[in-house]
């Protein structure tokens, strides 16, 4: 009795703390009146300072609970361990302390790939075979204010050659790898590979609609998993008081929580235990628009199953400055050591903290000594599950808040926790096998991240990461590629678009099933093969073979799976011509003016072959 009646004292100096809120306990069900607690419990009473006496907005306060029900639920711990911490990261936030404190960084060492050596090769046929036992998962909850589209990235076109937009390139890349994979297959094994895609309340809907319209291009929609993240609250002030809406007092204000929030979703929703059900063993973690990945994907798989690497993080050498995050090992007083990425915003103050008095600079290769890291990871699936279970998949956190003042007493605008999705290995134990590869640029790395007028203020030599530079690069490894098979491409031209001095190479697409791995490549090119620079050369069939062709025009080629098609002999047509475009003209569909640049198809060969048999081009 006494010990109950204490409790109930307890709760009601507790809602006496905020009596608005009292005076409306009787229109709220028991588990909101449990979420209120929760709220008084953390410093929250000012959320309920201006609620009206009961029976005027009711509605507005059933809105207000059912949005703490969901950050509550959506968060590891709860709101009461997000305010916890957002304390604490602010506290640390106003002293000024170094993330890093303790750690002094170095360069670590990792594997690195040549294209197209004996490794490589190797690596790739490896990754083929481990390819049915992975799972991929794109994030791409992401608004990409830095590009400024209107629509989602994913839908953007990879190269306008074709007009495939990204998500197709991804899908198509990942069911030529299953199919691969499968031809293989030792055990029998065929299981289709899992697409999992995170999305956000920014991109959900017109990502789903994106898939639907186009039958998810070719996938199986039992395949594909959406999984959409939360926004988290927004924090007021140092003491974590969460952040009303100004339009609407009776919503808290919300913000992206970053691409970490991939871990907790994925192990919240149960794939992991299946997967493993299923025989995976890898889950492959991907960005929104890279074009170049999938030439990536096949030896690092390759690297991760050989090394028996729990983590393996693909990185390009990096330019000092660049946007993109540095693999750095940190080694602390006490010992322990990490391989881990230092975020690009962070690498400069690390450096010249730890006795890099320049900071973030080139060395002598004209580059920066720490990798760069392009944020795609293959965790090993058994161990990532393991570590989930410890952690719920929670991922260590930062805050960014910006002061009005030296004081660091208010903000200029609400902040909230963030997290990063290559943060996962900081939660891991020593004997965990990091590691890293680090690949060719032009092979790997062509992120469409930044508007035009930004892109164009890169200085000079380092990449632009533009919708320009990312399709020129398209074209580019495609070029060198069939080079390093064999093919004379001839080299490229320097010009500017959007502001931009890229190299444009032969414009050469083809689709991942008709060249997946560079042996496969070589098995399509044969003879003297040449290509003039002003030439387009796009396959859209499979058993499409290369030989003895000189290319000075467009060439357009599609045929179906059993039609087997030679392209030989000199062709030569106007071919199809570059106009430039200026981003600010508005006439101009937006994902082509931010290029710079449009085709004018003057002229071209065009075949198609839609029955099976043994072809050429004058067939
Ligand atoms: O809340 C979010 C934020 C971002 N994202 C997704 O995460 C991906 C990366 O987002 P951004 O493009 O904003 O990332 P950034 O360019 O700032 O840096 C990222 O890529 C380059 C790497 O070197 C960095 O280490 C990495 O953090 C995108 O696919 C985006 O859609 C989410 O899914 N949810
Ligand atoms: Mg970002």
Known sequence: MASSSRVDSSVSDLFSSAPALQSNLGILSPDQIELAKILLENGQSHLFLHWSEPGVCDNEKLGFFDQIARLNSSYPGGLAAYIKTAKELLADSKLGKNPYDGFSPSVPSGENLTFGDENFIEMEKRGVVEARKAAFVLVA???????????????????????????????????????????????????????????????????????????????????????????????????????????????????????????????????LDKWLDAGLKWVLFFQDTNGLLFNAIPASLGVSATKQYHVNSLAVPRKAKEAIGGITKLTHADGRAMVINVEYNQLDPLLRASGFPDGDVNCETGYSPFPGNINQLILELGSYKEELQKTGGAIKEFVNPKYKDSTKTSFKSSTRLECMMQDYPKTLPPTARVGFTVMDIWLAYAPVKNNPEDAAKVPKGNPYHSATSGEMAIYRA?????????????????????????????????????????????????????????????????????????????????????????????????????????????SVPEEIRIRGFRFNKVEQLEKKFAQPGKFSLED
Request: with cysteine.
């Open 478 to 586: 495609n070029s060198r590629i069939l080079q390093k098979a064999g093919v004379k491409v001839e080299e490229p031209v320097k010009q500017v678009l959007n502001g931009q001095e890229v190299e444009i190479w032969s414009r050469i697409t083809w689709k991942p099933k008709w060249g997946l791995i560079f042996s496969d490549i070589k098995t399509k090119v044969s003879g003297n093969c040449d290509i003039s620079q002003r030439s387009t050369m796009a396959i859209t069939g499979r058993n499409v073979f290369i030989d003895n062709l000189s290319l000075d025009g467009a060439l357009i080629v599609d045929s179906i799976d059993d039609a087997e098609v030679k392209l030989g002999g000199s062709i030569k047509n106007n071919g199809w011509t570059m106009e430039t475009v200026d981003y600010k003209d508005t």
């Open 141 to 271: 909850g992401g608004l990409g204010e830095r590009l400024g589209y209107n629509g989602i990235k994913v839908a953007l076109p990879r190269e306008t050659t074709t007009g495939t937009c990204f998500l197709q390139h991804y899908i198509e890349s990942i069911l030529a790898l299953q199919e691969a994979s499968h031809k293989v297959a030792s055990d029998g094994n065929q299981t289709d590979i899992p697409f999992i895609i995170m999305t956000s309340d920014d991109t959900h809907s017109r990502t789903q609609n994106l898939l639907e319209l186009n039958s998810y291009f070719g996938m199986k929609s039992t395949q594909v998993h959406l999984l959409k993240q939360e926004k988290v609250a927004c924090l007021d002030d140092n003491d974590a008081r969460l952040a009303l809406d100004s339009n609407n007092k009776y919503k808290i204000q919300t913000k992206p929580h970053g691409h970490g929030d991939v871990h907790s979703l994925l192990y919240s929703s149960g794939l």
